[in-house]
Nanobody, 122 residues
Framework: QVQLAESGGGLVQAGGSLRLSCAAS????????MGWFRQAPGTEREFVAA??????AYADSVKGRFTISRDSAKNTVYLQMNSLKPEDTAVYYC?????????????????WGQGTQVTVSS
């Protein structure tokens, strides 16, 4: 069993920054891939970013603005979000899978956090 706990969400003005954290427990951190997804009201959950031992991947909508990273010593993955836009407003979820590449497919992830709200005001 894997437990994930997100933190760092909040309210920020457009153009501002936030850093989300996701602390993982229950599985050797170095062997798992991590992903960030988001869901706005009335929309489907969408891929944001992912990280694995082989590299990282980003949705086109966040490339150049968001950065995913991990600290294996702390069993934590981060999502640094810069130049935030109102359309980035959503609940952000971290998820984990055992894999070999940074996947953007939500069905490939088997454990999910509870989500953290990010609201960007215009």
């Amino acid at each position: 069993q894997v437990q994930l706990a997100e933190s760092g969400g909040g309210l920020v003005q457009a153009g501002g920054s936030l850093r989300l954290s996701c602390a993982a427990s229950g599985r050797p951190f170095s062997s798992i891939d991590m992903g960030w997804f988001r869901q706005a009201p009335g929309t489907e959950r969408e891929f944001v970013a992912a990280i694995s031992r082989s590299g990282t991947a980003y949705a086109d909508s966040v490339k150049g603005r968001f950065t995913i990273s991990r600290d294996s010593a702390k069993n934590t993955v981060y999502l640094q979000m810069n130049s935030l836009k109102p359309e980035d407003t959503a609940v952000y979820y971290c998820a984990t899978r055992s894999g070999t590449y940074p996947s953007g497919r939500s069905y490939e992830y088997d454990y999910w956090g509870q989500g953290t709200q990010v609201t960007v005001s215009s």
